[in-house]
T-cell receptor, first 114, second 113 residues
Framework: DQQVKQNSPSLSVQEGRISILNCDYT??????FLWYKKYPAEGPTFLIS?????DKNEDGRFTVFLNKSAKHLSLHIVPSQPGDSAVYFC?????????????FGKGTRLSVIA | NAGVMQNPRHLVRRRGQEARLRCSPM?????VYWYRQLPEEGLKFMVY????????ESGMPKERFSAEFPKEGPSILRIQQVVRGDSAAYFC???????????FGSGTQLSVL
């Protein structure tokens, strides 16, 4: 029973182009969404987040879009750089629940080709 | 300002032995979470602790696994009588308050022979 789904296990993008990573969720109670980036042999690091009161949040080259009606969010990276090659995890939680931990998707491996 | 510290980085155990994984949260963080990542899988929540209390252990197997976060010292994830299926990367994360973004350690790679 996967509440957070990342249906693309991998994605290859040319350097300088846009990378779009997608995430779907099933639990309508989720109201806080995050993206984490993970390099091999390291722990995940926080990238960007969005609350359900917004539909877009931007931080430099990274933008997260949220479509609540479709229960879908996406992470856009533009322009993509070779250093962006990593596994990207989408995560969700119920922000006001007090005790609900983050639920993660299985991740998408992004390869940015020079 | 040190991040979340996990040790050991790599742990090898034979079937039937015990594994102890340690996690020191970031300074000022009293919320600790343990996640497990199996090969080709995502991060699966195991347990959430707040100083001396287990808040949520819904993701932890009922047998052989236990976790604690004492008043003094690191959080410990303990796996008794390990089996090959326990081989995975175990990540600890901490946060200053509930429902805030998590800061992860580098993980402990457990290999069961």
């Amino acid at each position: 029973d996967q509440q957070v789904k990342q249906n693309s296990p991998s994605l290859s993008v040319q350097e300088g182009r846009i990378s779009i990573l997608n995430c779907d969720y099933t639990n309508s109670m989720f109201d806080y969404f995050l993206w984490y980036k993970k390099y091999p042999a390291e722990g995940p690091t926080f990238l960007i987040s969005i609350s359900s009161i917004k539909d877009k949040n931007e931080d430099g080259r990274f933008t997260v879009f949220l479509n609540k009606s479709a229960k879908h969010l996406s992470l856009h990276i533009v322009p993509s750089q070779p250093g962006d090659s990593a596994v990207y995890f989408c995560a969700a939680s119920v922000a006001n629940s007090g005790n609900t931990p983050l639920v993660f998707g299985k991740g998408t491996r992004l390869s940015v080709i020079a | 300002n040190a991040g979340v510290m996990q040790n050991p980085r790599h742990l090898v155990r034979r079937r039937g032995q015990e594994a102890r994984l340690r996690c020191s949260p970031m300074k000022g963080h009293s919320h600790v979470y343990w996640y497990r990542q199996l090969p080709e899988e995502g991060l699966k929540f195991m347990v959430y602790l707040q100083k001396e209390n287990i808040i949520d252990e819904s993701g932890m197997p009922k047998e052989r696994f236990s976790a604690e976060f004492p008043k003094e010292g690191p959080s410990i994830l303990r796996i008794q009588q390990v089996v090959r299926g326990d081989s995975a990367a175990y990540f600890c994360a901490s946060s200053p308050n509930a429902n805030e973004k998590l800061f992860f350690g580098s993980g402990t790679q457990l290999s069961v022979l």
